[in-house]
């Protein structure tokens, strides 16, 4: 099995950069996913990282060191719209070999103006 | 839209009774995923299914089944339905079910047990 943890809300101003770590736990570990979900409306794909490093995609960068068990999701030059839920994911291949997608609890943000 | 297509979009049953969730994969796509969120326990994976065979079992519980058909739609059952199996099921589908590979998830079902 596995634990993934991460913040349950964040508040950050318009125009500001938010950092939501995830830390996880799993001895089968491989991939990690951030999904972004709009309140009501399904998750959609922000970033996946296998390796360690950092990922850059436009305003929004993924890292993580898989010693650690950790990463993170920066969200840059903050806008209103990116208010939402950010959810971690791990894949799992403990149990078999298509492993498992397990989703942390989320974290919410709120962008103020 | 992600090209995955659940219905219905909502469903308001009794406790005790047995309903069916439909979903339809993006073209293509030969694995599908179905997922439990509730307010308290987050999105819960459920089962994983690629093409028509189950190939990971998350947190299922018994009164749940699931299979997928040759046209690669699934069905996710729920019977003996809880007060507590309120929540919002979504489906997701892939291209192969490889770990690397970014699922798509459909609007979801809301489904309300009173």
């Known amino acids: 099995g596995q634990n993934i943890d991460q913040p349950t809300e964040m508040t950050a101003t318009e125009g500001a950069i938010v950092q939501i770590n995830c830390t996880y736990q799993?001895?089968?570990?491989?991939?990690l996913f951030w999904y972004q979900q709009h309140a009501g409306e399904a998750p959609t794909f922000l970033s996946y990282?296998?390796?360690?490093g950092l990922e850059e995609k436009g305003r929004f960068s993924s890292f993580l060191s898989r010693s650690k068990g950790y990463s993170y999701l920066l969200l840059k030059e903050l806008q209103m719209k990116d208010s939402a839920s950010y959810l971690c994911?791990?894949?799992?291949?403990?149990?078999?070999?298509?492993?498992?997608?397990?989703f942390g609890a989320g974290t919410q943000v709120v962008v103020t103006p | 839209d992600s090209g995955v297509t659940q219905t219905p979009k909502h469903l308001i049953t009794a406790t005790g009774q047995r309903v069916t969730l439909r979903c339809s994969p993006r073209?293509?796509?030969?694995?599908v995923y179905w997922y439990q969120q509730s307010l308290d326990q987050g999105l819960q994976f459920l089962i994983q299914?690629?093409?028509?065979?189950?190939?990971a079992k998350g947190n299922i519980l018994e009164r749940f089944s699931a299979q997928q058909f040759p046209d690669l739609h699934s069905e996710l059952n729920l019977s003996s339905l809880e007060l507590g199996d309120s929540a919002l099921y979504f489906c997701?589908?892939?291209?192969?079910?490889?770990?690397?590979?970014?699922?798509?998830f459909g609007s979801g079902t809301q489904l309300s047990v009173l």
């Open positions: 997701a589908s892939s291209s192969l079910g490889g770990p690397n590979e970014k699922l798509f």
């Open positions: 799993t001895s089968g570990f491989n991939g």
């Open positions: 990282n296998v390796l360690d």
């Open positions: 994911a791990v894949r799992d291949m403990t149990t078999d070999s298509w492993g498992k997608l397990q």
């Open positions: 073209s293509g796509d030969l694995s």
């Open positions: 299914y690629y093409n028509g065979e189950e190939r």
